[in-house]
């Protein structure tokens, strides 16, 4: 499998509190929330967290490993964010994926998202946990409301905030030729889908992809910190 990973501040923020992960079979992005520096605390400790408890992996129950996984990094972020009080109230998006032809894996809290593209067809595959998100889903709010809703960014739920966390845990089937895409809503708050799907239809490695995926974020203004990790499933 072919990787590409790209993470910028922006054009607007002074620090970049995204993180990621990108240890092939697995695949993470974390989008860090907090005063001061605490959001780039959050999210770097869950992704460090996550490869710490995943790197004991055993080839056995992948849902399971990334379950208690997730939940490990949860406990550490809320820990951290207990023992000092300049971290207090910090917390993180976390999507993680373990990807493998054929079959993928993915956990989340929060509203990164993860994406499958498909034969020029982009699927959100995760739900996010945004209260925009929860209008969308039970048709209280149109898309274009969503857009220019006050509270967009305001999560439903996050990792680190409480000692314990609510873990979306989903099975996807992955195709030769299939492109999976992790990435925070730095990308996806300036470029709709339809504008994902277009660089993502080009036939150039994932290296450059997410180059230009990072650059189209930051050409629509950069507001917010842009990260993304895409994943080629290698053709048949
Ligand atoms: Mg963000």
Known sequence: MRVGTGTDVGR?????EDAYWAQTPWFAVADGMGG???????????VDSLARTLAAFDGGDVDGWLLRAVQQANRDVWARA??????????TTL????????????AHVGDSRCYRFRD???????????????????GTLSEAEAEVHPHRNVLTRALGTAPHVEVDVLQEALRPGDRVLLCTDGLTSVLGDDE???????????????????AAANEGGGPDNTTVVLVDIPRA
């Open 36 to 46: 001061h520096a605490a959001g780039e605390v959050a999210s770097r400790l869950a």
């Open 95 to 106: 999507t993680v994926a373990h990807i493998e032809p054929g079959r993928m894996v993915i």
């Open 120 to 138: 020029g067809a982009l699927q959100l595959l995760t739900a996010d946990h945004s209260i925009v998100g929860e209008l969308l889903r039970t």
């Open 82 to 91: 207990q023992a000092d009080a300049a971290l207090a109230g910090m917390g």
């Open 196 to 214: 994902v799907a277009l660089r993502l239809a080009l036939s150039e490695p994932p290296e450059s992809v997410t180059k230009r995926l990072v």
């Open 12 to 16: 607007v923020r002074v620090t970049n």
